[in-house]
């Protein structure tokens, strides 16, 4: 359906903006579902992130979901705050409502939608959070809520990683990030939360011949989408998870949120956006 002037608007604001998916995930979603609706990406400079929230607020917008660098700033804006954005500090979910601004994060249900969807229970034992900064910390979150026995910390700043694990897993473990393969003993999963392996960047090697046979190795990136840090699990026979589930699985709230229904199940939004990212053979 071809949006007409009483279309529901939403959106996505971060700087940079282009590389986004989540435009493409929205628009097909909303096409499936046959709405009149508009999502529409935002790249807005960080000195003008607090005046854009509040102006779009007192529109007819339902909400935005916000990215790199504005989710601690999304948060200081909210009129209200979901318990999950408070304890990660950040926000990737605003909704307006009669110019009231709702802050959300649903980065950590996203992971754990995630694994799930690849069959892979979180609380199986232990799990080695690689990384200190937002999406570590939503997902050190997400597993503390998933009954996690034990987790473990490597960042390159250990004091990062010290405030990491006292504002949300006071008994986590915290490698030094020279030593972070200690981590892989015993491990049952081992997550990169750091922008290690983002294309054109350097990739996160690991000593994956450490870790049990049945370890499960998840990318918090997804671009590309196998990374030099699950290219090498892989190779070792360990399961892993690219990143393209957490993003999908932060989608999926988002969507209901902005719209009112859940996301059309006929989309298999992984298919779409893979083939977004890897190159035609």
């Not at 995930?25 to 003008?48: H, K, N, Q, T, V």
């Not at 790199?68 to 605003?94: C, E, F, M, W, Y």
């Not at 490698?175 to 960047?201: C, E, K, M």
């Not at 350097?202 to 000593?207: E, G, Y």
Request: proline share 6%.
């Amino acid at each position: 359906m071809k949006p007409t002037g009483a279309a529901q608007m939403a959106g996505v604001a971060g700087d940079p903006i282009a590389h986004s998916l989540s435009p493409s995930l929205m628009a097909a979603w909303i096409e499936a579902a046959g709405l009149d609706a508009i999502y529409s990406p935002f790249r807005i400079a960080r000195s003008d992130a607090e005046t854009f929230f509040r102006a779009l607020a007192r529109t007819q917008c339902a909400g935005l979901n916000v990215t790199l660098p504005h989710k601690q700033t999304a948060l200081a804006v909210a009129d209200q705050v979901s318990p999950a954005a408070r304890a990660i500090g950040a926000a990737n979910l605003l909704t307006f409502r009669d110019g009231i601004i709702h802050a959300d994060n649903t980065d950590a249900t996203g992971f754990l939608s995630a694994l799930l969807a690849r069959g892979v229970e979180p609380a199986r034992g232990p799990a080695l959070v690689l990384g200190a900064g937002g999406a570590a910390r939503a997902i050190v979150y997400a597993l503390g809520q998933a009954g996690v026995p034990e987790i473990r910390l490597s960042n390159r700043s250990r004091s990062n990683a010290a405030d990491l694990a006292l504002d949300l897993a006071p008994n986590a473990r915290i490698h030094d990030w020279d030593d972070r393969d200690q981590g892989l003993d015993g491990v049952a999963l081992v997550v990169n939360a750091t922008s290690l392996g983002l294309s054109g960047g350097s990739d996160l090697a690991m000593d994956w011949h450490r870790a049990p046979a049945d370890t499960i190795a998840a990318d918090s990136v997804y671009k590309p989408l196998q990374t030099g840090f699950l290219r090498d699990a892989a190779a070792c026979g360990l399961g892993t998870v690219d990143g393209l589930g957490m993003l999908i699985g932060q989608a999926r709230p988002s969507f209901e949120a902005f719209f009112g229904i859940s996301p059309p199940e006929r989309i298999d939004a992984h298919a779409l956006l893979r083939a977004m990212l890897e190159p035609a053979s």
